[in-house]
């Protein structure tokens, strides 16, 4: 289980709360590269099995988050299809906190202000566990897939563009 030394953010409250393992990794910002290729290098892990926390929208009330490597590139028409929709597009970041709770760059897939349908990469399986955002820029969990799809109710798909 996590130490209580570290920052609580609302996705460490909520694994905390379900009894699920997970670790937290810190990571400097004073350089001002939080860019998830350069927090995968700065956390001495590999890039597949870094992943990033994308919003997307089908209109102003349908939100999607997909949860992708960070050296890849969402594929907005295999995303909108995974999720029954003919199109999706980015969230604006100026609508990110609002809408989730969290900044950009700080977005967690866990403990956001509503459970939104979830979609991660299947290249997760790959890896059994993988890293994503804490809620908090500076931090990271290291957390089972089985964990995150279940408390996401998250479903696994191919949606990067790798994948075309």
Known sequence: ??????TKTNAIR????????????????????????????????PVARVFKTLVAKASAQKLFVFVIPVAEELDLKAAAKIVGEK????LAVKDLLGFTGYVRGGCSP???????PTVI???AHQH?????????IGMQIHVQLDDLKNITKAQLAPITTTHL
Request: net charge negative; hydrophobic share 40%; glycine share 10%.
């Open 1 to 6: 289980m996590a130490k209580a030394k570290h």
């Open 14 to 45: 909520i694994l905390e709360q379900q009894k699920i393992h997970f670790d937290v990794i810190e990571y400097d910002t004073g350089d001002g590269q939080v860019d998830g290729v350069s927090v995968a290098e700065k956390i001495d892990q």
């Open 87 to 90: 199109k999706i597009d980015m």
């Open 110 to 116: 866990i403990g956001m202000k509503k459970l939104y």
């Open 121 to 123: 990469d299947e290249s």
């Open 128 to 136: 059994g566990s993988i890293i994503v955002s804490a809620g908090k």
